[in-house]
Every structure is written in C-alpha cells, then in structure tokens.
T-cell receptor, first 113, second 114 residues
Framework: GDSVTQMEGPVTLSEEAFLTINCTYT??????LFWYVQYPGEGLQLLLK?????DKGSNKGFEATYRKETTSFHLEKGSVQVSDSAVYFC????????????FGRGTQLTVWP | EADIYQTPRYLVIGTGKKITLECSQT?????MYWYQQDPGMELHLIHY???????EKGDLSSESTVSRIRTEHFPLTLESARPSHTSQYLC?????????????FGEGSRLTVL
C-alpha cells in the first residue's frame, strides 16, 4: 500500500545552518507529494507540493524535488532561522487512495540562535 | 488563507462527560477528515467524509462518532470521555475537484480528560 517514510528527529541546528529532512515513499501510480509544517500549538499548513516527477516545490526558502527514480522528496533549506522551528510532515496522495493523504511520522526541528 | 475553523481550541473535562468538537469550513469542500495526533506527533486518520450523509471510519479505531448533515459542518462527538481520549484532534478538508488532493487544516482542538 501507499506509505511515507520520514527521517526521525529531533533535528537541532544553529541559525543559518543547512537543513535536509529525508522523505521516501511507496505508492502505486503517480502520487502527489507534499510537505506540511506545524508550528507550536497550531494545525498543519501546506509548505510546498509537487505533482509529477522532477517537479520542484518551493516556498519560504524551502525546496523539495520529486525524484521518481529514488522515490524521494527530501526537504532542504540553505539557511534556517529560529522561526523555522516546527514539526515537518511529508505526505503523499496516491492514485488509488480516493483522495486520502498518507503522512510520515513528523520531524521536529529546533533552530538555536 | 484556509477557511476551516475548529472549536473549542482547548477543552479540559472530567471523565464520563459528553463532548462535541466542532469543525466548519467555508470553502465548499466535499471531503472532510478528522485526525488524532498523539504526543509523538504522529497523525492518525479516525474519520472521513466524502459528502453529506457520508461518513467512514479511518485507520485508527476510535470511540468517537461523526456526522455530516451539512457540507460545511463535520462535528466529532465522544459520548463518554475517558483519560485515554486526551489528545489533539485536527480537522481537515479538501476539494474533490483538486487532483492533487491538498488538505486544508484547522488549528486543532486539544482535549484533556481528567
């Protein structure tokens, strides 16, 4: 079945460090891929998405490229800020899921000044 | 900006009480979902609906029930709350016409049962 495997945290970085959070997936067909972010005490917000192979989603300095050959959608940011501290979720919508999204387990990121 | 609202944001209640968590969206989305988020952050789908009078149970068994009498409204009810129900509950919706399946989330309801 469809599933997402996400790098476990927590991840702790200093401000301006480079961030990578790994995400790989298993899916039938051609899934859409997402990164959601959850700030403390809030719900999830869409950070970026990609709908086909080689698409790059980007937002707020974050990027992720849909790699079909490696079934991956790793999240990257070149220089993190304290305000990026949050929980990040990778998710997929497969072709056979009737619109459901499958989420990874979340990665807690803490950025220190 | 997503227009999906959850009330209450925080609720502390005693064992045995009946509670209803409200979720409303103004986007006209047919699909709505309830997720339970455990302290380890993992999200578990507990209920979903693809339209009025349509409700299904999700992956995680839950003692809660839902109803979908109006498109915009998807309340979750616990008839008799227990400490094991203490959790964060997140409501979400999506547009059936959007092929990507993007979900829009409310801010969550944090339930504590004493």
């Amino acid at each position: 079945g469809d599933s997402v495997t996400q790098m476990e945290g927590p991840v702790t970085l200093s401000e301006e460090a480079f961030l990578t959070i790994n995400c790989t997936y298993t899916a039938t067909g051609y899934p859409s891929l997402f990164w959601y972010v959850q700030y403390p005490g809030e719900g999830l917000q869409l950070l970026l998405k990609a709908t086909k192979a080689d698409d790059k989603g980007s937002n707020k300095g974050f990027e992720a490229t849909y790699r079909k050959e490696t079934t991956s959608f790793h999240l990257e940011k070149g220089s993190v800020q304290v305000s990026d501290s949050a929980v990040y979720f990778c998710a997929l919508r497969g072709g056979s899921t009737l619109g459901r999204l499958y989420f990874g387990r979340g990665t807690q990121l803490t950025v220190w000044p | 900006e997503a227009d999906i609202y959850q009330t209450p944001r925080y609720l502390v209640i005693g064992t045995g009480k009946k509670i209803t968590l409200e979720c409303s969206q103004t986007m006209g989305h047919d699909k709505m979902y309830w997720y339970q988020q455990d302290p380890g952050m993992e999200l578990h789908l507990i209920h979903y609906s693809y339209g009025v009078n349509s409700t299904e149970k999700g992956d995680l068994s839950s003692e809660s029930t839902v109803s979908r009498i109006r498109t915009e409204h998807f309340p979750l009810t616990l008839e008799s709350a227990r400490p094991s129900h203490t959790s964060q509950y997140l409501c979400a919706s999506s547009d059936a016409r959007d092929p990507t399946g993007e979900l829009f989330f409310g801010e969550g309801s944090r339930l504590t049962v004493l």
